[in-house]
């Protein structure tokens, strides 16, 4: 069983950037992959990105690829998301979610566990 928590979100102006953490509970997180999600309002999740458990495999949506940088420090029990360059269509509540596996996973069907998101919000 694994409790996520996501933190960091806010306000920022388009070009700004933020830095979101997921801390979780549990003995094991090292053996979970982890995955970054965010939901717009009226749209669909959507995959961000994601990091396999020792942190050496990552993997982005085409969105934001090359702005967002996904990583872990698995004595802190903890992933971060650092977003730069921040665009107003990156407004959305963003979600980490957690899986038992070794790999990074890319669909939200993958996950098990879920945190209660954290909104984050950039204007023009």
């Known amino acids: 069983q694994v409790q996520l928590v996501e933190s960091g979100g806010g306000l920022v102006q388009a070009g700004g950037s933020l830095r979101l953490s997921c801390a979780a509970s549990?003995?094991?997180?090292?053996?979970?992959?982890i995955g970054w999600f965010r939901q717009a309002p009226g749209k669909e999740r959507e995959f961000v990105a994601a990091i396999s458990w020792s942190g050496g495999n990552t993997y982005y949506a085409d969105s934001v690829k090359g702005r967002f940088t996904i990583s872990r420090d698995n004595a802190k029990n903890t992933v971060y998301l650092q977003m730069n360059s921040l665009k107003p269509e990156d407004t959305a509540v963003y979600y980490c979610?957690?899986?038992?596996?070794?790999?990074?996973?890319?669909?939200?069907?993958?996950?098990?566990?879920w945190g209660q998101g954290t909104q984050v919000t950039v204007s023009s």
């Open positions: 549990g003995r094991t997180f090292s053996k979970y992959a």
């Open positions: 979610a957690a899986r038992d596996g070794r790999h990074y996973y890319t669909e939200s069907n993958d996950y098990d566990y």
